[in-house]
C-alpha cells in the first residue's frame, strides 16, 4: 500500500470560550499499517495541537468513549481503521449529547438520567440469600440476555436517530433496549403495566418513527430493529389490554 | 469557595469503587463516587474471561474446594501474598458471584450433556449432570487445578460493570464524572477527602468526605505499551503516595499478559487458551508443551510470558511489521465457540487488524496488564499511615496477589475488596471517626493545587510534557520488563532520576485553561514518573527473582533474604527517591514451596529443605 497522508478536518469549539466562534481545524498525518483514528488523534494531540480535546478509554470498542461523526457517520473513532477512509476526513462531536469541548459530548450525564427514568435495574422483593445457591436459569436466557446487555451505551444510536434529533424528550433506541433487557429477564418481577408506564408513551416507544438509523449504525451489532419490534408489540398488547 | 461534602468519597468508579460505594450506600451513608470518565466507561468493562470462585458446576469443576482456590491463589502469588486475606476471599467467592446474579449478570449456565473441549493439544470430552442443570457454568484458565472461572461470554467485566452500576443508580450513590482528584486533603493523621479538578472547566474544588476510597484501578499506561484503558495512570496512587505518609506495596509486581494483540495492543483473553486455544511459533509448533510439559498454554502468565519471549530469543518469533511475534490459534474451537463465547474477541481481532480468528492465527506477545502493587491496606481495606483511608480492586495492595495474580482473580478482588472497604468504612465512621475539617486547612490544600496550575500556565519551564512521557514509558519498557538485570534496572532508574527533576520544569504548547488536556497530563507526569521510580528502583533492590519479577543475574527465589514486600514511601516532596521499607508477607497455612510450573530455582529459607 502507497502511504497516504491523511487530511483530517475537525471541529473546534470550547464552551468555556464563547467569544471564539466555532471552526473546522485542518491537520495532516503520514497514514501507517493498521492505524486508527485513536491513534491519529493521539498523536495529533502530542505532535501538533495538545489543546485538541476528544474521549477514549478502552481504545477497543468496548467502553463506548469515542462515539463521534465520522464523515457525517456516528461511529466510534477506535475501531476506524484509516485504510476504511478517503484521503479527506471531516469529525465532528455527536449531536443530542451536551457539548463539552471540541469532540467530546457528555453522554454520561444523559445515560445516568436515563437509568434513573426508567428503573435501569433488576427490580425484585426477594432478598439476597447468602447461603442459597443461585436460581436455575437457562443457558439460552442469559445469552440472550446478553445479546441485549452487549450495548455499550456509545450513543451513536442516539445521535443516527430522526427523532431524537428533533426531539429532546424521545428516549432513543439504547433506552428501549436497556428496558428491553430487563423485560426478557425473569429476575426482573416488574409487570408488562409497569414497563408500560416508562415505555408506552409518545416520548417512548410510541415516539419511534422506524427510519432505523440506529439498527444501521450500531457499531455493536445490537439487534435493534428486532428489540424495537419486540417492545412496540408488547407495549401496543398491554395498551390494549387496558389499564 | 464551592465545597461537596459527603459521608464517602469514593475516588474511581470502577468495579471496586462502586462496590464500596453501594455497600456504603446500603448501610445508609451519603455517598459520591468521582470518575475521569462516566463510571460504565471504566477499564472493569475490558475485562473478558471471567472471575474464580469454587462453586463446582461443571463436570471439569468437580473436586474443586475454597481449599484448593486458596492453594492456586498462593502458588499462583510464588508466596509473596498475604494468605489471611487469600482464605477471606476464596471463602467469599462463591458468594459474590451468587450476589451478582441476584443482582442481574447474565452468566453462563450448565447444559446437561456432553461437551467437548480441547486440552493439551487434544480433544477430550465429558458429560455436564443433569442435577447442575442452570446453575452457572465455568471455564479453565491459567495456573488453575479446576475450572473455576464463572463467565458471560467474553464479556464479564461489561456485564458486571454495567450490573453494579445499576445498582448504585438504584441505592442513590451520587456520580460525578469527568472530575478529577490531583491530591489528597488531610491532616497528617487522619484523611478528609480530596481536592478534585472539574474536567469540564478546570475549576478545583474539596471533596470533603469522613472516608475516602481509593479505587482508581492500574497504572499500566505509565509503561506506554499496555493492555489498559488509557486513563489508567495511576492517579490514585499518586495522590496517596504523595502525602509522604501511604506507602505502595510491591510496586516492582508488574503482570505482563501473555496474549496482547499486535500491534494495538489490545487484550485477548486467556479464556482462548482456557477453552483450548494454542500458542504456535513460526514453525506453527506448539512450542509450550516443550517448556511446561504439564500446564503448557496454562501455566500462570508470568511463567507463559517469560517462555515466550525466551523461544522468541531463541530465534523463533514470527517476523512482522511491528517486530517480532508469536500466534495465537483458536481456529480449532469452531464458528460457534469463537461468534458465541470469544465473540468479542473476535469481533476485535477482525476490526482492529483485518485478522478472521476463525481462518487465520493472531498475532501477540506479552504486554503490560496488571499492576500487583498499589496502595498498602491492611486486611480492612484501610491504608497504611492514614485513617478513614482506604483502597479497593488495584489500585491496592492488599495483597492476594503477591508477585503474581492469576487470571480470573482480578475481576473477583474488585467485588472482594469493595465489600471490604465498604463495609468496614461504614465501622469507622460509625465508631472511630475522630477529626476536624479545618477551615484552614482545607484551603490550603486547595490553594497549593491552584498554585501549581498558575505555575504551568505561567511558564517558565522549558520541557515538552509529551516528550518527556515518552521518555519515562521508553526507560520502563527498555529496562524494567519481563527480563531485568542489575545493570538495566540501574539505568532506568538513573534516566527516571533525572526525568523526574526535568518534569518540576514543565512548558506548555497550549494556553493550559479551563479543560485543557495538556495541563492534565501536566499536573500528573511528576507523579508517574514517581511510580515509574518505585517500580525501577524496588526492581533493582529486590535481587531475587520471585513471580513476575525476573532477575536474569539473580534466577532463583530467596526466601532466605527476599520473602518479603516493598513498601515504598516518597517521604519528602524534594527526594529523588522513594524510601524503601520491608515487611513479612501473612503466612498462615501454605509454607513456600514448589509451584509446580516454571523454572523453580529456589533458596530455602534458614532451617527448611
Not at chain 1, 436455575?136 to 436466557?141: C, K, Q, T
Request: aromatic share 8%; charged share 25%.
Amino acid at each position: 500500500m502507497a502511504q497516504r497522508r491523511l487530511q483530517l478536518e475537525i471541529y473546534r469549539y470550547d464552551p468555556n470560550d464563547p467569544q471564539t466562534a466555532p471552526r473546522m481545524d485542518r491537520f495532516e498525518i503520514d497514514e501507517e499499517p493498521m492505524m486508527n483514528l485513536f491513534t491519529v488523534l493521539t498523536r495529533i494531540r502530542e505532535e501538533q495541537d495538545p489543546s485538541l480535546m476528544f474521549d477514549f478509554s478502552c481504545r477497543a470498542a468496548v467502553c463506548g468513549s469515542c462515539g463521534m461523526l465520522i464523515n457525517g457517520k456516528p461511529q466510534l473513532a477506535c475501531q476506524t481503521l484509516t485504510q476504511t477512509l478517503p484521503k479527506k476526513t471531516t469529525l465532528h462531536p455527536l449531536p443530542v449529547f451536551r457539548h463539552v469541548g471540541d469532540l467530546g459530548v457528555d453522554t454520561g450525564t444523559w445515560f445516568r438520567t436515563m437509568y434513573e427514568n426508567i428503573g435501569s435495574w433488576v427490580h425484585t422483593e426477594e432478598e439476597f440469600d447468602p447461603q442459597a445457591i443461585e436460581q436455575r436459569l437457562p443457558n439460552d436466557l442469559m445469552l440472550e440476555i446478553y445479546e441485549l446487555e452487549r450495548c455499550i451505551e456509545c450513543g451513536c444510536c442516539v445521535a443516527a436517530c430522526g427523532t431524537a434529533n428533533v426531539r429532546d424528550d424521545f428516549v432513543g433506541a439504547v433506552t428501549v433496549n436497556r428496558l428491553a433487557r430487563f423485560m426478557i429477564d425473569p429476575r426482573d418481577q416488574r409487570t408488562n403495566l409497569q414497563y408500560y408506564d416508562v415505555m408506552g408513551t409518545d416520548d417512548g416507544i410510541f415516539g419511534c418513527m422506524g427510519l432505523l438509523g440506529c439498527d444501521d449504525i450500531c457499531p455493536k451489532e445490537i439487534p435493534l430493529q428486532k428489540t424495537l419490534a419486540m417492545v412496540r408489540r408488547k407495549m401496543a398488547m398491554t395498551g390494549l389490554k387496558g389499564k | 469557595m464551592e465545597k461537596v461534602l459527603t459521608d464517602v468519597l469514593v475516588i474511581g468508579g470502577g468495579l471496586a469503587g462502586e462496590r464500596a460505594a453501594v455497600e456504603a450506600a446500603m448501610r445508609g451513608c451519603d455517598v459520591t463516587v468521582i470518575s475521569l470518565i462516566p463510571a460504565r466507561r471504566s477499564h472493569s468493562c475490558a475485562a473478558q474471561g471471567g472471575m474464580q470462585a469454587a462453586l463446582g458446576n461443571t463436570a471439569k469443576a468437580e473436586g474443586d474446594s475454597v481449599d484448593v482456590h486458596f492453594n492456586d491463589t498462593v502458588k499462583g502469588s510464588d508466596w509473596g501474598a498475604d494468605q489471611d486475606r487469600i482464605r477471606l476471599f476464596v471463602e467469599a467467592m462463591p458468594q459474590v458471584v451468587r450476589q451478582m446474579d441476584h443482582w442481574g449478570v447474565p452468566w453462563n449456565r450448565v447444559v446437561p450433556g456432553k461437551f467437548t473441549f480441547h486440552k493439551r493439544g487434544q480433544k477430550h470430552e465429558a458429560e455436564d449432570r443433569q442435577e447442575k442443570a442452570g446453575l452457572i457454568t465455568q471455564r479453565d484458565f491459567g495456573g488453575v487445578s479446576y475450572w473455576r472461572c464463572a463467565y458471560t461470554a467474553d464479556g464479564t467485566g461489561h456485564t458486571l460493570l454495567y450490573t453494579m452500576d445499576n445498582v448504585a443508580a438504584k441505592f442513590g450513590v451520587k456520580i460525578h464524572d469527568r472530575v478529577e482528584a490531583v491530591a489528597l486533603i488531610h491532616d497528617g493523621q487522619n484523611c478528609l477527602g480530596a481536592v478534585v479538578r472539574d474536567l469540564r472547566d478546570g475549576s478545583l474544588r474539596p471533596y470533603l468526605a469522613k472516608a475516602t476510597v481509593i479505587a482508581t484501578g492500574g497504572f499500566g499506561r505509565i509503561y506506554g505499551k499496555s493492555t489498559n484503558a488509557i486513563q489508567n495512570e495511576g492517579t490514585g496512587c499518586i495522590i496517596a503516595q504523595d502525602t509522604g505518609l501511604v506507602p505502595l506495596g510491591n510496586m516492582e509486581a508488574i503482570q505482563f499478559h501473555p496474549t496482547a494483540l499486535v500491534p494495538v495492543w489490545i487484550l485477548i483473553t486467556e479464556g482462548c487458551r482456557g477453552d483450548g486455544g494454542y500458542l504456535l511459533d513460526r514453525d506453527n509448533h506448539r512450542f509450550m508443551a516443550d517448556y511446561e510439559p504439564e500446564k503448557q498454554e496454562l501455566a500462570s502468565r508470568d511463567v507463559v510470558s517469560r517462555r515466550m519471549i525466551q523461544h522468541i530469543r531463541a530465534g523463533k518469533g514470527v517476523e512482522g511489521p511491528y517486530g517480532q511475534h508469536l500466534w495465537l490459534d483458536i481456529r480449532h474451537l469452531g464458528r460457534r465457540h469463537l461468534e458465541t463465547r470469544l465473540r468479542e474477541v473476535t469481533d476485535i481481532c477482525r476490526h482492529f487488524i483485518g485478522v478472521d480468528p476463525l481462518t487465520e492465527p493472531v498475532p501477540v506477545l506479552p504486554t503490560q496488564h496488571y499492576s500487583m502493587g498499589g496502595v498498602r491496606t491492611d486486611i480492612d481495606c484501610a491504608a497504611y499511615g492514614l485513617r478513614g483511608l482506604y483502597a479497593a480492586g488495584e489500585a491496592g495492595c492488599w495483597d492476594m496477589h503477591g508477585f503474581n495474580r492469576l487470571g480470573g482473580n482480578s475481576l473477583a478482588e474488585t467485588l472482594v475488596t469493595g465489600w471490604i472497604a465498604g463495609t468496614k468504612l461504614c465501622d469507622y465512621i460509625e465508631k472511630d471517626f475522630d477529626a476536624a475539617f479545618a477551615p484552614k486547612l482545607i484551603e490550603e490544600a486547595v490553594r497549593a493545587q491552584q498554585a501549581r496550575i498558575d505555575g504551568l500556565i505561567k511558564g517558565g519551564g522549558d520541557e515538552n510534557v509529551y516528550q518527556l512521557r515518552k521518555e519515562m514509558e521508553d526507560a520502563l519498557l527498555d529496562n524494567v520488563h519481563i527480563f531485568r538485570n542489575g545493570p538495566q534496572l540501574e539505568k532506568a532508574v538513573n534516566e527516571l532520576k533525572d526525568l523526574h527533576a526535568r518534569s518540576r520544569k514543565l512548558k506548555l504548547e497550549s494556553h493550559g485553561k479551563w479543560a485543557n488536556p495538556e495541563l492534565s497530563m501536566a499536573l500528573k507526569l511528576p507523579g508517574m514518573i514517581r511510580l515509574a521510580l518505585s517500580i525501577a528502583y524496588g526492581g533493582l533492590k529486590r535481587t531475587e527473582s520471585r513471580g513476575s519479577h525476573y532477575r536474569e543475574d539473580f534466577p532463583a527465589r530467596d526466601d532466605q533474604n527476599w520473602l518479603k514486600r516493598t513498601l515504598a514511601y516518597w517521604k519528602q516532596p524534594d527526594d529523588e527517591l522513594p524510601t524503601l521499607e520491608y515487611e513479612a508477607p501473612v503466612i498462615t497455612e501454605s509454607p513456600p514451596g514448589s509451584r509446580g510450573y516454571g523454572e523453580s530455582q529456589v533458596i530455602p529459607a534458614e532451617g527448611k529443605k
